[in-house]
């Protein structure tokens, strides 16, 4: 019996601490991920949850009991310790989906922590997606345990034993390895032109095309309101200034593409216009490429300040060095334990290991 139960077994009104808590089980949901869908079939007419005495509510403070539904990452892991410790005791946690549980299709990512290892999770509710009853069972053995003080599980399985004699294999049986192929890498494009129906669109490109003159490698409309211009590093901040004169006022979004069979990494700025009528609703994508090996970058702050934080955080992921960027060398956004640089592709990612039965 744990601390939190036998907390409800204890002293002269421990009938009435039960039998309060057992039908008072108000759950926090700690939503990341899909399994929130089947937490609100749970408690929609169909299941109605609420019956069981099971009512999700907002506020960790006024809650005994966290439902988490779907995978914890190192950010979030501080979040769901966080909310834990403000609710009241006794409280109880609950994970639902394989997400929680294992990790699910993100099972080996770096950044990946099992809820248990952060707060006590009482029951699991395993599936991808669990199903509405299988939450209820782990309400319903929530309950019973509360009042009896025994935690169980809601299904057991018998395990078969063969009768009679069984000849012993000479070797094990194992699953066979899956087919390995060597081809060559393709190479990788990110702007391939295509032609689709754009009013201004040529108009347009020709428009960029002077604004960058001899500056610019290519420019191409790689779709509706989009157009993609190489530009060597070292004309890259240049070909900023010029665009920032012609009313591109700020980044929506910096980008790294790992190619390491190229040896090479692909930067992209995608800068855009909110006081330019002309371009607010065009997407200019800026494309460079450096070494990856001695990965520099002109910084891209002194033009655009909105590039500075996105910077940062490729410096945290990739390990590209922006110069001029007085954020390099510090850590912006993941946890001090993760792996360094971890979106670069140079480490062999975990894989499962099947091994056949006997």
């Not at 002269?12 to 937490?39: F, N």
Request: with cysteine; hydrophobic share 40%.
């Amino acid at each position: 019996m744990d601390e939190m139960v036998e907390f409800l077994h204890q002293g002269m009104l421990s009938l009435i601490k039960r039998w309060g808590t057992k039908w008072s089980i108000w759950p926090t949901h700690l939503v990341t991920a899909c399994c929130g869908v089947e937490l609100a079939h749970a408690f929609a007419s169909g299941y109605d949850g609420e019956r069981l005495g099971v009512l999700n509510f907002g506020m960790a403070r006024q809650t005994n009991c966290i439902v988490v539904e779907g995978a914890i990452t190192r950010k979030m892991a501080r979040i769901l310790k966080i909310t834990y410790e403000q609710m009241p005791d006794p409280k109880f946690v609950i994970v639902m989906g394989v997400c929680g549980i294992k990790g699910g299709l993100f099972w080996n990512g770096y950044h990946m922590v099992k809820p248990y290892e952060v707060v006590p999770v009482k029951y699991f509710a395993p599936g991808c997606p669990p199903t509405p009853e299988s939450l209820l069972r782990c309400f319903r053995a929530l309950q019973d345990e509360i009042t009896t003080g025994v935690g169980k599980n809601t299904i057991s399985f018998q395990s078969s034993k063969p009768s009679g004699e069984v000849k012993k294999r000479k070797r094990p049986k194992r699953v066979p390895p899956s087919p390995k192929y060597i081809a060559k890498n393709p190479s990788v494009i990110v702007d391939v032109e295509r032609v689709e129906k754009w009013e201004d669109g040529e108009e347009i490109r020709r428009e960029i095309e002077e604004i960058l003159g001899d500056l610019a490698e290519s420019v191409k409309i790689t779709g509706k309101n989009r157009i993609s211009v190489r530009i060597g590093v070292e004309n890259f901040f240049d070909a900023g200034l010029r665009l920032k004169e012609s009313g591109f006022d700020h980044v929506k979004s910096v980008n790294i593409v790992d190619v390491p069979h190229e040896g090479k990494f692909i930067v992209e700025y995608v800068v855009s216009s909110y006081l330019n009528e002309r371009y607010v609703s065009l997407l200019l994508t800026l494309i460079s490429e450096i070494d990856r090996v001695d990965a520099h970058f002109p910084s891209m702050i002194e033009v655009w300040q909105s590039a500075d934080y996105l910077e940062r955080e490729l410096h945290d992921l990739f390990g590209v060095w922006f110069d001029g960027n007085p954020g390099m060398g510090r850590n912006f956004l993941i946890a001090p334990d993760t792996p360094k640089n971890p979106l670069r592709k140079d480490f062999k990612i975990p894989q499962d290991v099947y091994v056949g039965g006997v």
